[in-house]
């Protein structure tokens, strides 16, 4: 039985980097001497640009990319908290958890607006809406829908049009599209009521915004809804076979956060390459290199709706609130 | 004087220092309760907010098919955001079994009736406090109780703390100062009757030994009248030993004038020289004694004058010119001139009495050291200050003694061989000091001594 545990933890650190990623990359791998590794749910090519601003700031240290989804990225860093130096995520719940359950590094130096961090630990550096993404060809000639409700008559004016051509994530594996469903219900029936229309329709659950805006692009889907508008707009410079709609009922704005794994080895490089990134992000401060959007600058008052940075977000994160709320999406969208 | 008195410390830093220990034993009295009270209302608050946030979960509470749902509010966290950020925890337990949230957070003892806060800490070291409460759900045919906590560090709550703390601590330091400012105001205005008593006794003349008639503070009281009767005691006894010595310089000089006018008629009466001679220098020697005799009563009579001054309007001029007249006798039997000189009418409030000995005996002075055949000046004169001068023609006063010449049975070098007591200087001086005013003794350039007699 030791024998069995003895080779069992020998062996852990080999399941461990058999975890599959999204992607993974190395920057600067000719200068090997220390590499910082990022926990990331960002696509590669929307952070490339600031890890190697950071790098050529930075010399002598090489950037180990990860990315895998947001509802992953928990789990991954839980089993292994010294072996990644960054974690950066969408989901704002899940870092929220993570830095109320103790797994990041206080960085008292950097000074960041107060409504864009917690605790000192977690940073938010983008502030992204929202979306929904409608293909240009299938609204020719009719009005585009601003609003949810809109949206609603739109589908039902024609449901045999858009039967089995909608899309949305599926909250029960996305941790960022389960953030905007429980935010959408938290803000307001029409939510639900979408939902129903859509799962009505024949709704088709998606994993990730890259895919549905591809969907929406190539016409296999008309509307998508709640996708990351970041994404989105890159992807529009490009191919404008779609429209982005950001819905002026009530826009739900997510910031992207990141925060220091309190185990790391390298905890002043980590401090530094979040405050990179902070300074990279700043709408004052920063170079426009970034595709992500920038971080808003008054989100009191004028945007109310994007998410506060508090332990309230754990609340839908509670196993029966989940259970709770999964059955009743479930309900509504799968029927 | 002083410098033989033995000092222990000061009543008036002693009272200082006790006031100052006092209020700064109070400032910290006070830091200790309002820290201490301040910190019971801030733990009040976080209370109430965690059991009301215990509250909102708990109804959220019910049985749906024999499972238990629990679909709290987003507020029932959301009430637990504070300014510094702090974590917050929670666990809902089913009769003991953990259903959702954080496992460290188990009612305490065990025991699934519980309600109430108690402090805890988090696996990992953080202090927090945590709200538990529970609930009975009854089923078809389960009972379940529901007990849920919810926890949060007390990162906001010492922020509110320290800023108190520090807030008090300034409140505290201002007192403080007030206090020592205040303690040395009280120190200073305790001590002023003592000071007040101390400077009226010091300016008092060297003969006032009248008690202290001014209202003192009732704990100086006893202090007062020890020192009122030590000073009765003093004067009486100094009156007794004046009366002495008068009576004494009564009774030897009644005799001795019987013994002097049997030595003239001896004198008259026996031929051989040697007896004469020996007979004359018993008359001298009687002469001396009767004057130093007359001298002391005379001293007796002005130092029991100088205490009860009678004062009275006169005429500075007329007094003198009338002693003038009655000792011109004498200035003769020397063939010595008298020479006044006023101009006018000096006018003074005075013992009549006092003056009239006082300048006699200056007179005196002047005739004894004259030489014969010489002149004795006058001078009188109304501004600045009623003044009299006396300048004579003798050999002045020795020049290193004239400090000391006015002081009792204190005489010249010069004064060998003429008869006198060393009591006349004295005599003027203390009279003139009597009426304000002084005796000044100088030598004349050219000769001869000066006395200025000023009131």
Redesign the interface.
């Known amino acids: 039985m030791r024998y069995i545990l003895f080779v069992i933890s020998l062996l852990w650190p080999a399941f461990i980097s058999a975890q599959t990623w999204e992607d993974q990359q190395l920057f600067n791998e000719a200068a090997p001497s220390q590499t910082l590794r990022i926990l990331s749910s960002t696509d590669t090519a929307f952070f490339s640009p600031i890890i190697e601003d950071f790098l050529e700031e930075t010399p002598g240290w090489s950037v180990e990319y990860l990315v895998t989804g947001t509802a992953d990225i928990s789990r991954v860093l839980q089993q292994d908290p010294e072996g990644y130096d960054v974690v950066i995520s969408s989901a704002m719940d899940l870092q929220v958890k993570l830095v109320?359950d103790?797994f990041a590094l206080k960085l008292a130096d950097i000074s960041h607006r107060d409504w864009a961090q917690?605790?000192?630990s977690l940073f938010a550096f983008t502030s992204e809406p929202a979306t929904i993404v409608v293909n240009r060809e299938a609204f020719e000639g009719k009005p585009i829908p601003g609003t949810r409700q809109e949206l609603i008559q739109a589908l039902r004016a024609e449901p045999d049009l858009f039967r089995g051509k909608l899309g949305t994530y599926d909250v029960r594996s996305s941790g960022v599209g389960y953030l905007f469903a429980t935010q959408d219900a938290?803000a307001s029936e029409t939510f639900w009521r979408l939902m129903e229309v859509m799962g009505g329709l024949e709704i088709r659950l998606y994993c990730c915004s890259g895919d549905m805006i591809d969907d929406v692009a190539s016409g296999d889907l008309l509307v998508a809804y709640n996708v990351l508008g970041s994404y989105a707009a890159a992807r529009q410079a490009q191919d404008n076979r779609f429209e982005i709609i950001l819905p002026s009922d009530f826009p739900t704005t997510m910031m992207r956060t990141g925060f220091v794994s309190k185990e790391t080895k390298h905890p002043a490089a980590a401090e530094g390459f979040v405050r990179h990134m902070i300074e990279a992000q700043d709408l004052a401060t920063g170079a426009k290199s970034s595709p992500l959007p920038p971080l808003g600058l008054h989100p009191d008052g004028r945007n109310p709706t994007v998410i506060?940075l508090?332990?309230?977000l754990?609340?839908y994160l509670?196993?029966?609130?989940r259970r709770?709320f999964i059955q009743e999406w479930s309900n509504a969208v799968i029927q | 004087m002083t410098e033989a008195v033995n000092v222990s410390g000061s009543l008036r830093r002693r009272m200082t220092l006790t006031l100052i220990g006092g209020a700064a034993v109070l400032a910290v009295v006070l830091y200790a309760v309002v820290r201490l009270y301040a910190a019971q209302i801030a733990q009040q608050g976080q209370d109430s907010i965690l059991a009301a946030s215990v509250t909102s979960i708990l109804d959220a509470a019910i049985l749906r098919d024999g499972t238990?749902?629990?679909?709290?509010?987003?507020?029932?966290?959301?009430m637990?955001?504070t300014a510094s950020?702090?974590?917050?925890?929670?666990a809902?337990h089913k009769n003991e079994t953990l259903?959702?949230?954080y496992e460290h957070l188990s009612p305490p003892d065990g025991t699934s009736h519980t309600s109430g806060t108690y402090l805890a800490e988090?696996p990992?070291g953080?202090l927090i406090r945590v709200a538990t409460d529970s609930r009975t759900l009854v089923g078809a045919d389960t009972r379940s109780v529901i007990t849920v906590s919810v926890a949060q560090t007390q990162e906001a709550l010492q922020v509110t703390l320290n800023g108190i703390s520090r807030n008090v601590a300034l409140f505290g330091a201002g007192f403080f100062c007030l206090s020592a400012l205040l303690s040395f105001w009280a120190s200073a205005s305790t001590i002023t009757p003592i000071r007040r008593l101390t400077s009226s006794i010091a300016r008092r003349g060297p003969q006032d030994l009248s008690p202290v008639a001014s209202p003192v503070p009732s704990e100086m009281v006893s202090l007062v009248a020890s020192l009122n009767r030590l000073m009765g005691r003093l004067d009486k006894a100094l009156a007794q030993s004046e009366d002495f010595i008068a009576e004494a310089a009564h009774r030897v000089r009644t005799p001795l004038a019987t013994v002097r006018s049997h030595a003239e008629a001896m004198l008259h009466r026996v031929d051989q020289d040697e007896n004469r001679k020996a007979l004359r220098s018993m008359v001298r020697a009687i002469d001396e004694s009767s004057r130093a005799a007359g001298q002391l009563l005379d001293h007796a009579m002005i130092t029991f004058r100088t205490d009860h001054l009678e004062r009275k309007e006169l005429d500075l001029t007329e007094l003198l010119q009338e002693l003038v007249l009655r000792l011109t006798p004498v200035a003769d039997m020397k063939d010595i001139t008298l020479h006044v000189e006023s101009k006018e009418p000096v006018l003074v409030s005075a013992d009549a009495i006092l003056l009239q000995n006082a300048i006699r005996n200056l007179i005196d002075n002047a005739l004894k050291y004259s030489p014969v055949e010489s002149d004795v000046m006058i001078h009188v004169s109304a501004r600045p200050l009623p003044t009299l001068e006396i300048r004579d023609q003798g050999a002045g006063f020795p020049q290193d003694q004239i400090a000391h010449l006015s002081s009792r049975f204190s005489r010249g070098d010069n004064a060998k061989g003429i008869i006198g007591s060393g009591l006349g200087l004295t005599i003027a001086q203390e009279v003139a000091e009597a009426h304000g005013g002084a005796l000044k003794l100088s030598n004349l350039p050219g000769g001869g001594a000066c006395v200025t007699f000023s009131l």
């Open positions: 109320n103790g917690w605790r000192q938290r506060a508090e332990p309230a754990m609340t509670d196993k029966l609130k709770t | 238990v749902e629990v679909d709290f509010p987003y507020a029932a966290l959301s637990l955001s950020d702090d974590r917050v925890f929670y809902i259903l959702s949230g988090t990992d953080a």
